[in-house]
Structures are given as structure tokens and as C-alpha cells.
């Protein structure tokens, strides 16, 4: 509890002692729950004293407790303190304004708007950087004028948030604000156009027609932007114009081309695929082969099929990453990378476990799993079987029921061999993403960790969000 202080006498003591913050501690604290607003005038001339020293630290004390008196209002002058470069990362201002935002969103929206508008491109800039948080679709006009500022700055802070895009394209009262982003998408510079092709709304024939217009943008920035939004769209008829940047100039256009047919997934996808798995890019390579796992398909299936067999270790990671997300018609070829000999591929085999578990979980527990091979017989010599059309959701009475009763050899059996890895990095991914691959093994699994003094911490917190 903190005791009754003068604030005005604490105030002064803070300051003039702020080098031992450790002894300073429980003052601090009195003086940013103690509503006193008359100590806002001293506050602020603290503050501005502290950006004038360059003292970052004496600038972090004075901000936190003028935003524990003052609340949302504070929040000008914690942006303009934000403003001045002190040579720190700022971490602990930011994070005093983002939850101030946060704590009273409805208190901040004034203020985050009147900077967005403001004169001042510095404070501009970071406003529009925090509109999301307070966003409403009326927003989308100032971060529309924001897109044609000739602030390069202001126009890269000004790529509206998810639901402002939504908005943009949804709200009758403000459609008209689509056709001044598609103009913008045209705009002579590059940046502006990058910005408006990323603000471009979700769901319209209209503006999926600009983004596949932006994929042959001169810009490669431009490119890139219009492949993410793509492939967040997920659209099939996307799938032959990203298929096209398979043969672009810019090593990221092509990487992002390939995460762009991930996501929209489907064995239309494979060949474009399989072309940038062979680039002369890593990174562009990397993104292939796991994105091959999302489109599925024999020839897909064929190729990491191939990768997982391949004696270099590094394929093989690369091969246990992805296969997990072409469902459980691939789990001979799980079980096999689960054996493996070098724990970087059963860590990597979790890892992918983790990222695509829905698939895979919501398959075996319908009981439709594949035996997996045995250790005489190479997952190479098995057929690999096409799943049943009629797959149950995950969390459907026939999912519950199968994973009650894995079968030998099935997903779940997969699973609990992971779990009991003699490798400890094994046993930790698993640990760390049980409850996602199989929330109805998660229980038991983590108890059993509980025991293990490495990994008892983990398999804590793991519980506590189990019961949470």
C-alpha cells in the first residue's frame, strides 16, 4: 500500500535524487497514483528540462507518473518528449504511451487525432502511427490525405490498420475514400504508391483488379506489397499472376510471391512453386519448399517426399517444416523424419507440427490416419493414400472421438514419440506448442514434464494457459 506523501516536497526530492532511482522507487510510484493535477505545470517543465539535459532516463521517471496523473490528456506531451531523439530505443516511453491508448482508448482518440492532423510532420507521423488503436472508419479520410503528404515519413506511418481497411471498403458513408486509394496506387512515387497498394481494402473485384496491376509496378516495393495483400486475399484467380513473378528481377519479389501461394495454398499452386525451389535465392527457395506444404497434391507431395529421403540434414529440416501442412496423407513420411537421427530435423518436424496442426489433428482424429512404416520398410515404399473428401472440423464430435482412441501409429502416437525425444530441444518445442498440435494429449504430456526440472517451468506456464 503507498503511504501519504507531499507531493509537492516528493516531487522536488525525485528530481533533484533522480541518479538513485532504486531508492526512489516507492516515491515514484505514490507520486503517479496521487491524482494530484496540480503538479502537471512542474511535471511538464521536469520533462522538458530532461529532453534539454539529453537525460533519457529522467525523461522515462517524469513521463511515467505525469501519464499516472494526468491519463489520457498526458498524452501530447508524451508524444512530443517521443519525438525528440535521445539516442535510446525508447522502449519504456513507448510502451507508457501505448498503454495509455490502450487503458482509454475512447480518452486518447481526441488527442491521436489532433496529432495525425497536426502541422508538425514529426508528431503527424507518430499519430498516425497510433491511430490504430483508437481507429474508427471516419479515420480513413486523414490517412488518406496522409498517403499525398510530401512527408516521405508521414506517407509510410499513414498504412492504415487491418480494420480500417475493412472499413474503407465496407462503410457506405466513406466508399468514395476506395477510388482516392486506387488514384494513389497510380501516383508518380513509388512510396505513395506501396502505401496505397498495402491500404487497399480486402474485398473487391475493383481493387483485386489494382493489386494485380501493382504486381508489374516498376517499383519492387510496389511488388512486393501487392503480392502480401494477395495472398492475405487468398484468392485462386490470384494464383497464375503471382505464378508470373516466379521469373522477377528482385530476389524479395520472387520470396514474397512464394509465401503469397503458401497462403492461398491448393495443388493449382505447385508448379510456380516447384520452378522457385530450384532460385537462385535461399531465401526465395526456403519460402518454396515451405509453402509446397500448403499446396498439396502428388507433385508437391512427390517433391518434399523427395527432400525428406535426401541424406543432406539441411533438406531434410527444410522437408520436416513443411510436410506437416499437407495433412495426415503424409504421416508415414512424419513418422520417418521423427526418427531421424539429427534433433535438428525432429525440432524442426515440431516446429512444423505447431504451424499447421489443425489439418493434421482434425484428419487423424477422424481416425483416417496412415500406419506409419516400419523401420525396415523407407516411407518411400508406401502409397501415399488421397484423403477422404468429408473431413471433420477440429472439435467435432468425430474429432473428439478419434483422438480419444488414437489409433497405433497414428497422429497421436506421432506425438507422444516427440514427447518422450531423448533430445532435450525436442522435448522443450514440444512443451512450448502441445496444446496447439493436440490439446487432447497437452494434459497428460505437460504433467508428466513436470517432473523434469529443465522443463518444469515451461510445462507451468503451458498448464496455466491450458486451464486458462
Not at 497536426?118 to 490525405?145: E, F, K, T, W, Y
Not at 525440432?347 to 512404416?373: F, M
Amino acid at each position: 500500500m503507498l503511504r501519504v506523501i507531499d507531493n509537492r516536497a516528493a516531487l522536488a526530492e525525485l528530481i533533484q535524487r533522480l541518479s538513485d532511482d532504486d531508492e526512489l522507487d516507492e516515491i515514484r510510484d505514490a507520486l503517479a497514483a496521487c491524482g494530484d493535477h496540480t503538479l502537471v505545470p512542474e511535471l511538464t517543465a521536469a520533462l522538458h528540462r530532461f529532453l534539454d539535459q539529453g537525460d533519457a532516463a529522467g525523461r522515462d521517471v517524469i513521463a511515467g507518473i505525469l501519464a499516472g496523473v494526468q491519463g489520457a490528456p498526458a498524452l501530447p506531451e508524451l508524444l512530443r518528449a517521443a519525438a525528440v531523439d535521445l539516442g535510446d530505443d525508447q522502449d519504456t516511453l513507448d510502451a507508457e504511451i501505448v498503454d495509455l491508448v490502450h487503458t482509454d482508448p475512447a480518452a486518447a482518440r481526441p488527442h491521436v487525432l489532433a496529432l495525425a492532423a497536426g502541422p508538425d510532420r514529426r508528431l503527424r507521423r507518430m499519430g498516425l502511427n497510433l491511430l490504430g488503436l483508437v481507429a474508427q472508419p471516419s479515420d480513413a479520410g486523414p490517412i488518406l490525405d496522409a498517403t499525398a503528404d510530401p512527408n516521405p515519413g508521414i506517407r509510410t506511418a499513414a498504412d492504415p490498420a487491418p480494420d480500417i481497411r475493412t472499413a474503407v471498403g465496407s462503410d457506405p458513408d466513406i466508399r468514395t475514400a476506395v477510388g482516392l486509394i486506387l488514384d494513389a496506387a497510380a501516383d508518380p512515387d513509388p512510396d505513395i504508391r506501396a502505401t496505397a497498394v498495402g491500404a487497399l481494402p480486402v474485398e473487391s473485384d475493383r481493387t483485386f483488379a489494382a493489386l494485380v496491376t501493382a504486381l508489374r509496378d516498376v517499383d519492387a516495393g510496389v511488388r512486393v506489397t501487392a503480392a502480401a495483400q494477395l495472398g492475405f486475399q487468398g484468392r485462386a484467380e490470384a494464383i497464375p499472376h503471382l505464378a508470373e513473378l516466379a521469373g522477377d528481377h528482385a530476389d524479395r519479389v520472387r520470396q514474397f510471391a512464394a509465401i503469397a501461394l503458401g497462403r492461398i495454398g491448393g495443388p493449382d499452386t505447385a508448379p510456380a512453386l516447384l520452378r522457385l525451389r530450384t532460385d537462385r535465392s535461399r531465401d526465395v527457395r526456403e519460402a518454396a519448399t515451405e509453402a509446397l506444404g500448403s499446396a498439396g497434391g502428388p507433385q508437391a507431395i512427390a517433391a518434399l517426399r523427395a527432400m525428406a529421403e535426401n541424406p543432406d540434414p539441411e533438406v531434410r529440416i527444410q522437408a520436416a517444416a513443411a510436410l506437416p501442412k499437407a495433412g495426415a496423407e503424409v504421416l508415414p513420411l512424419l513418422t520417418a523424419l521423427a526418427a531421424d537421427p539429427i534433433p535438428e530435423v525432429r525440432t524442426a518436424l515440431v516446429a512444423g507440427l505447431a504451424r499447421a496442426h489443425a489439418p493434421i489433428r482434425a484428419a487423424s482424429a477422424a481416425g483416417r490416419a496412415v500406419q506409419a512404416p516400419t523401420s525396415s520398410e523407407p516411407a518411400a515404399g508406401r502409397p501415399v493414400s488421397a484423403p477422404p473428401t468429408s473431413a471433420p472440423a477440429v472439435g467435432d464430435p468425430a474429432s473428439a472421438a478419434g483422438s480419444a482412441a488414437p489409433a497405433p501409429g497414428g497422429f497421436d502416437a506421432l506425438v507422444l514419440g516427440l514427447a518422450a525425444d531423448p533430445e532435450f530441444d525436442v522435448r522443450h518445442s514440444v512443451a512450448r506448442s502441445v496444446r496447439l498440435i493436440a490439446p487432447a494429449l497437452a494434459p497428460s504430456i505437460l504433467r508428466r514434464y513436470l517432473d523434469d526440472p529443465d522443463l518444469r517451468t515451461v510445462a507451468e506456464r503451458e498448464l496455466s494457459r491450458l486451464r486458462d
